[in-house]
């Protein structure tokens, strides 16, 4: 199973990205999918995390600006990221809870990570 995210770069704040992030590979199911991020010093910090039945939730520092979203026949989880502040800027990488393989094994899987930057 892997994991390619997608959609970062760089922006000025106050403007706006999206990510994407698609599974591929001998999936049988995805669970849990979800947005992680680490800033430079920092550890590495939950965004934002859906289930498959659409149930969501986000940190409190980005309630109200990220929206997160699924596309279960694609394997892909999406990350709306609006009025983006400085304090946004960090490598954003891709979760997913995968059931996989001949026999059915549950693991935790992650993308590589992408760089968004947000200039003041």
């Known amino acids: 199973v892997q994991l390619q995210a997608s959609g970062g770069g760089l922006v000025q704040a106050g403007g706006s990205l999206r990510l994407s992030c698609a599974a591929s590979g001998s999936i049988f199911s995805i669970n849990a999918m979800g947005w992680y991020r680490q800033a430079p010093g920092k550890q590495r910090e939950l965004v934002a995390a859906?289930?498959?039945?659409?149930?969501?939730n986000y940190a409190d520092s980005v309630k109200g600006r990220f929206t997160i979203s699924r596309d279960n026949a694609k394997n892909t989880v999406y990350l709306q990221m609006n009025s983006l502040k400085p304090e946004d800027t960090a490598v954003y990488y891709c979760?997913?809870?995968?059931?996989?393989?001949?026999?059915?094994?549950?693991?935790?899987?992650w993308g590589k990570g992408t760089q968004v930057t947000v200039s003041s």
């Open positions: 979760n997913a809870d995968v059931t996989s393989g001949d026999p059915l094994r549950r693991m935790d899987y």
């Open positions: 859906i289930t498959r039945g659409g149930s969501t």
